[in-house]
């Protein structure tokens, strides 16, 4: 891969993640509720009771996780977009859509190795305050001594998985985590290179910045809809620790009937709307770094440059 492409990926993941980050805890506490464990009724009253119980710095719980791998995740993502691009275009034609659509299968099949343990690890640290609010306002559905009464850190779970479980351990939900990224870049990489091109100056030139984060928007929002039921099921089989009332799973089909049987189709879309705020500029922001060519610049700086 083009190193520059790595660099301006892991950029724009920092800068984006750092942005929305207190969304997306939202979101993955609103996905983890259960039927009879309802704590939060929307995305602003979890972020205004997890201000309250936590503090400020509660909204990023988990965030070291994800600015330490989002870098390594979107370079990867991002780059790898491009080479496959790269690589199924014969002398520098315009890719057909089926094409567009097998760069973006493999970009998304490329991040899963960093994708699966940043979300289980992340995903422990984002619930962890759900769990201990449960504890306080609703102690019926914690059985004591289920639960930790401290919330680990990331070195402590990744430690405690690696001894129990091994490296399987960071990579339970796998094949959720698959069958949700490779969908979404399936769907946001044709979308967002067409409604880029859209905005183009002329035939040659690239589109303005403006035009590059409007598409990253869109396509990112569109895509983060799509596959949101899949990422309902990843969050839930992710989640090491739950209440007494709360439903455990084996695997993706045993999540999806326990979910349609007591909580019905529309707990598929739980926290839609909150991943639609995390994606889109997200990847709005993510595409006018990576086009920009951060990258380049600090390459420039670098001995031998």
């Given amino acids: 891969f083009h190193l520059p492409s790595?660099?301006?990926?892991?950029?724009?993941?920092?800068?984006?993640?750092?942005?929305?980050?207190?969304?997306?805890?939202?979101?993955?506490?609103?996905?983890?509720?259960?039927?009879?464990?309802r704590l939060y009724t929307s995305m602003s009253d979890c972020l205004i009771k997890t201000i309250r119980s936590e503090g400020y710095f509660g909204m990023y719980r988990g965030s070291a996780v994800n600015l330490t791998l989002v870098t390594p995740e979107k370079a990867i993502k991002l780059a790898a977009n491009d080479f496959f691009r790269q690589y199924l275009s014969k002398d520098g034609q315009k890719l057909t859509l089926v094409k567009e659509m097998l760069a973006g299968c493999g970009?998304?099949?490329?991040?899963?190795?960093?994708?699966?343990?940043?979300?289980?690890?992340?995903?422990?640290?984002?619930?962890?305050?759900?769990?201990?609010?449960?504890?306080?306002?609703?102690?019926?559905?914690?059985?004591?001594?289920?639960?930790?009464?401290?919330?680990?850190?990331?070195?402590?779970?990744?430690?405690?998985?690696?001894?129990?479980?091994?490296?399987?351990?960071?990579?339970?939900g796998l094949g959720a985590t698959l069958l949700r990224d490779v969908p979404f870049s399936i769907i946001y990489f044709p979308l967002f290179a067409n409604l880029n091109t859209l905005g183009k100056r002329g035939a040659e030139g690239p589109a303005p910045f403006y035009v590059s984060f409007l598409a990253g928007c869109l396509a990112g929002s569109t895509a983060a809809v799509a596959v949101n039921p899949v990422d309902v099921i990843k969050t839930r089989i992710q989640s090491m620790n739950r209440g007494s009332t709360e439903e455990t799973y084996s695997g993706v089909t045993?999540?999806?009937?326990?979910?349609?049987?007591?909580?019905?189709?529309?707990?598929?879309?739980?926290?839609?709307?909150?991943?639609?705020?995390?994606?889109?500029?997200?990847?709005?922001?993510?595409?006018v770094v990576y086009f920009f060519g951060a990258g380049e610049y600090i390459l420039s700086f670098l001995p031998g440059n």
Avoid: H, W
């Fill in 254 to 287: 045993d999540c999806i009937s326990k979910i349609m049987k007591n909580e019905g189709p529309s707990a598929f879309l739980k926290g839609a709307y909150c991943r639609a705020l995390v994606i889109a500029p997200l990847f709005g922001i993510a595409q």
């Fill in 6 to 37: 790595l660099i301006n990926g892991g950029i724009a993941g920092l800068i984006g993640v750092s942005c929305v980050f207190p969304i997306d805890l939202a979101k993955t506490r609103l996905q983890n509720q259960q039927n009879g464990s």
């Fill in 107 to 172: 970009a998304g099949t490329c991040q899963v190795i960093v994708t699966t343990p940043m979300e289980m690890l992340k995903i422990q640290l984002q619930d962890a305050g759900r769990i201990e609010a449960q504890r306080k306002l609703m102690p019926e559905t914690i059985v004591p001594g289920t639960v930790p009464t401290k919330s680990p850190t990331a070195m402590q779970l990744t430690r405690e998985l690696l001894k129990e479980k091994g490296i399987a351990g960071l990579y339970k």
